[in-house]
C-alpha cells in the first residue's frame, strides 16, 4: 500500500537527516576545536604585520 | 559514554545497523501478514519502537536533569541535553507514523483522544525545552532553568496518561488487560525491533554526546 | 516571624504595588473581556447552541488574562531589582515561591470575578454551585505551574514569547480537565460520569503544587 511506503519513506528521511545534520555539526567542531588549538599553541603573528602597515 | 574509544562507538554503530537490517528483513519477509488491515499494519513494527525510544530518551534526559540539578556536574547536563534532542526527533517520528496507520485505519490523519493528545502534549513539551536552551544566554542559569523545566515536564506524562486509562479510547489497546493482540510471531518480531531501535538511540546518543562535549570545549577555548 | 506570616507579607508587597499602579489588573479584566467579546462574537456567527463552546472560552479567557498577569508579577521584580532584594530576605527561598503564587492566585481570582458573570451573560448559562470548586481548582492549577514558569523567564530573551511557549503544553492537562467539568456540569451530566476528571485534576494540583515548591529555588538561585 501506498500509505506503508510513505510511512518509511518520511520515518526513514527524518533518521538520516538528523544524522546527517549531526555528522555536519561534529566535522565543524572539531575544525574549530582545531584552530582554536593552534591558535592557542602559536599566538599568530600575521594580524599583528597588517595592522602596521610598511612604511617607506 | 564520553570516554569510549572510537572503538567502541565503531562497534555499537556497526552493531546498531546490523540489527536494524535484520529487523527490515524481519519486518517484510518474515512477520506474518495481518488478517484485518494487510500489509499496512508493518508500520506497526516501526510506530511502537520509535515511540518506546522517544519515551526512553526523554526519561533519561528527566533522570539526568534531577541528577544535575542535584550534583551540578555538566556531564549530566550535556546528557539531558543530548538525550532530550534525541527523544523529540524519536517521538516526531512515532507521531508521523502514527499518523500515517491512522490514515490507513480510521480514515483520519489525526483524532484528539487521550494517547495521541498526550504524545503531541510531550512533543510541545520537549520542543519548548530545546527553545528556552537557546532563548537563555547565562550559563548556568540556563542549565538549571532548563533541568527544572525538564523535570516538571516529564511529570506530566504520567497525569497526561491517567486520562487514557479513564477515558474511552479509539487507540489500539494492544497490551491491555494482560493479553495481547498479537500472535506470537508478530510479538516476537515487535520485541526485536524494540531492541534494534533502542541499539540505535544509543548509538545516536554516542555521536550526540561527544557533539555537546565538543561545544563545551569550544566555548571555554574562546573564553580563557 | 510565622511561616504564614511571612506569606502574607509578600502577598501584600504584591497588592500594595498593584494598588498604587492598578496597571496590571486593568490590563488583565480588559483582555479578558475582550476574549469573550470576541470569542462570542465570531461564534455567534457559525454556532448553533452557543453553550456547547462556553466552557472553552472561558477557560481560554481565564488561560490568556492568567498568563498576563504572570507575565508581569516576575518581570516587575526583576526591572526593579527586587528580585535581588528579595533574595537577600531571611526567607526559605521556597515561601518566595508561595508568596508569588497567593498573589497571582488572588489578581486571577478577581479577573475570574468578572469574567465569569460575563460569560454566564452572554452565553445564556444557568449558575451550578459545583463551578466555584471547578473553577478554584483549575486556578491553583495554572497558577501553580505558572508561578514557576514565570520565574525561569524573567531571565529568557523574548521573555514574553517564551512563557506562553513554555506553559501552554505542562498546563494542558488542566485546561482540558476543567473545560471537561465546566462542560458537563452546566449540561447536567451525572456526576460520576465526570468525575473522573476532578480526580485528574485534584492529583495535578497537588503533585504541581509540591513539584513546583521543591524545585523553586533552583530556579530563583543566582
Known sequence: MVYLFAAFLVLWSITFGYLFILGGRQRQLSQQLASLRSQRAAPAEAPRDRAMPEEG | MERWTRTHRNLLWAVSAVTIGIALFLVFLVAPREATMGDMQRVFYFHVPAAWVGYLALFVSFVASLLYLRRRESRWDRLALSSAEIGLVFITEGIITGSFWAKATWGVWWTWEPRLTTSAVLWAIYASYLTLRRAMEEQGRRERVAAVYSVLGFVAVPINFMAIRWWRTVHPLVFEGGGSNLTPAMLRVLIFCIVSFTLFYLAVLSLRLGIAWAEEQVEQLRYE | ?222
Open chain 3, 1 to 222: 516571624m510565622s511561616l504564614a506570616r511571612q506569606v502574607w507579607t509578600l502577598v501584600l508587597k504584591d497588592l500594595s504595588l498593584e494598588k498604587r499602579s492598578r496597571e496590571m489588573l486593568s490590563s488583565m479584566f480588559i483582555f479578558a473581556l475582550l476574549v469573550v467579546l470576541v470569542f462570542s462574537f465570531s461564534f455567534d456567527l457559525r454556532v448553533e447552541v452557543m453553550s456547547g463552546v462556553a466552557p472553552g472560552v472561558l477557560w481560554v479567557a481565564i488561560a490568556f488574562a492568567g498568563m498576563l498577569g504572570l507575565a508581569r508579577s516576575f518581570v516587575l521584580e526583576r526591572d526593579q531589582g527586587c528580585l535581588d532584594g528579595l533574595l537577600l530576605c531571611p526567607v526559605d527561598r521556597s515561601l518566595l515561591y508561595l508568596g508569588k503564587l497567593v498573589s497571582n492566585l488572588l489578581f486571577i481570582s478577581l479577573t475570574e470575578l468578572v469574567v465569569v458573570p460575563l460569560c454566564f451573560a452572554l452565553f445564556n448559562l444557568t449558575f451550578h454551585w459545583l463551578l466555584l470548586p471547578i473553577v478554584l481548582l483549575g486556578t491553583i492549577g495554572f497558577s501553580a505551574v505558572g508561578t514557576i514558569v514565570s520565574a525561569m523567564t524573567v531571565h529568557a530573551r523574548a521573555r514574553e514569547v517564551m512563557l506562553p511557549i513554555l506553559l501552554f503544553p505542562l498546563v494542558l492537562p488542566v485546561l482540558i480537565a476543567a473545560v471537561k467539568l465546566t462542560g458537563g456540569v452546566l449540561d447536567g451530566q451525572p456526576w460520576r460520569e465526570i468525575q473522573n476528571w476532578m480526580q485528574l485534576l485534584v492529583g495535578f494540583d497537588v503533585i504541581f503544587l509540591v513539584v513546583s515548591y521543591l524545585a523553586f529555588e533552583y530556579v530563583i538561585e543566582e
